[in-house]
């Protein structure tokens, strides 16, 4: 069992920068994919990014290519999300999830966080 757990989300104006941490216990989570979801009030969760297990193939969802980035420190059991140019509607509570096989961007994933909440204010 893989416990996930989120931290660095908090109230930010609309152009400001956070960096989101998920954290794993699993001492093998360098051989899971990592994916970052998000939730908005009154709105379906979706896909926000994703790493592979090595780090070197990463995947964006259209809304945040070019002011998000993810990476992933395997020495440290955690996974990274530096968002950039925020704006008011990427508050939502963001999730990370860990799967070791299947699509990178669905939402399918075998284990989850608890969430973070953003809220980008204008």
């Known amino acids: 069992q893989v416990q996930l757990v989120e931290s660095g989300g908090r109230l930010v104006q609309v152009g400001g920068s956070l960096r989101l941490s998920c954290a794993a216990s699993?001492?093998?989570?360098?051989?899971?994919?990592v994916g970052w979801f998000r939730q908005a009030p009154g709105k379906e969760r979706e896909f926000v990014a994703a790493?592979?297990?090595?780090?070197?193939?990463?995947y964006y969802a259209d809304s945040v290519r070019g002011r998000f980035m993810i990476s992933r420190d395997n020495a440290k059991n955690t996974v990274y999300l530096q968002m950039n140019s925020l704006k008011p509607e990427d508050t939502a509570v963001y999730y990370c999830?860990?799967?070791?096989?299947?699509?990178?961007?669905?939402?399918?994933?075998?284990?989850w966080g608890q969430g973070t909440q953003v809220t980008v204010s204008s």
């Open positions: 999830a860990a799967r070791k096989y299947g699509s990178a961007t669905h939402d399918d994933y075998d284990y």
């Open positions: 699993e001492r093998t989570f360098s051989s899971f994919a």
């Open positions: 790493v592979r297990s090595s780090g070197v193939a990463t």
